[in-house]
């Protein structure tokens, strides 16, 4: 039954229970006198079982309930892993994670702050610092976290020369291990630079960028 379903997946055709019937989608060419839909006629009622009952282990699954609020929060073995490697060299940019935007065209710079505010005030991890206490790795998050865009002037730098400069190394007891610069290179051109360490991110978190969520 499953190497049936994977086989029909691998053809990118979706499968649907829809009033007890079964319901093919994105079904290729010639696929209805093909040797696999036969074969899927014969188990019919089996992937209909099948596909059932997994929508429905799937509804059953319980949402993690949300941590209690807290002054500070143990910090994870992970975390505590790149504390103290940020404490051996802290001037180490090993862990920064960052990234690079070109924006062409007029650009409301207030807006784009506003954004990123709004962004911060929505994701707790961008507003999450890391301090000892009492022998203990602890993280901290902050109610508020302000963002400011730091804008510079390309001149007769090269982009690389400023993202550079641009990337340092954080202090991990700030209540935001998250900053954006925004570089001139012309009147109606400019490079976002976003730089986050990697105590807070995964690199995973700049789909919230491109998706603009």
């Known amino acids: 039954m499953k190497?049936?379903?994977?086989?029909?997946?691998?053809?990118?055709?979706?499968?649907?229970?829809?009033?007890?019937?079964?319901?093919?989608?994105?079904?290729?060419?010639?696929?209805?006198?093909?040797?696999l839909m036969v074969e899927l006629k014969m188990h019919k009622k089996e992937v209909i079982d099948y596909v059932k009952k997994r929508k429905q282990a799937n509804t059953?699954?319980?949402?993690?309930?949300?941590?209690?609020?807290?002054?500070?929060?143990?910090?994870?073995?992970?975390?505590?892993?790149?504390?103290?490697?940020?404490?051996?060299?802290?001037?180490?940019?090993?862990?920064?994670?960052?990234?690079?935007?070109?924006?062409?065209?007029?650009?409301?710079?207030?807006?784009?702050?506003?954004?990123?505010?709004?962004?911060?005030?929505?994701?707790?991890?961008?507003?999450?610092s890391f301090s000892i206490v009492d022998k203990k790795v602890v993280q901290k998050i902050s109610d508020e976290a302000s963002f400011n865009v730091e804008y510079i002037k390309a001149g007769n730098e090269t982009v690389d020369s400023v993202v550079t400069k641009f990337i340092r190394p954080f202090d991990l007891t700030e209540n935001s291990l998250f900053r954006g610069g925004l570089i001139e290179v012309a009147?109606?051109?400019?490079?976002?630079?976003?730089?986050?360490?990697?105590?807070?991110?995964?690199?995973?978190?700049?789909?919230?960028?491109k998706a603009g969520d």
């Open 3 to 35: 190497d049936l379903l994977l086989k029909l997946m691998q053809m990118g055709i979706n499968i649907e229970v829809v009033n007890d019937e079964l319901q093919l989608s994105n079904i290729p060419p010639r696929f209805q006198e093909s040797d």
């Open 60 to 128: 059953q699954v319980k949402a993690i309930a949300k941590a209690s609020a807290k002054d500070l929060y143990n910090a994870s073995p992970q975390q505590r892993r790149l504390f103290f490697l940020h404490q051996i060299a802290p001037s180490s940019l090993f862990y920064n994670i960052s990234q690079a935007y070109s924006i062409k065209g007029h650009l409301e710079i207030e807006q784009l702050v506003k954004s990123f505010q709004l962004l911060i005030e929505r994701h707790e991890t961008l507003r999450t």
């Open 187 to 209: 009147q109606d051109e400019h490079i976002l630079v976003l730089d986050m360490h990697h105590l807070i991110s995964d690199g995973a978190a700049f789909r919230f960028f």
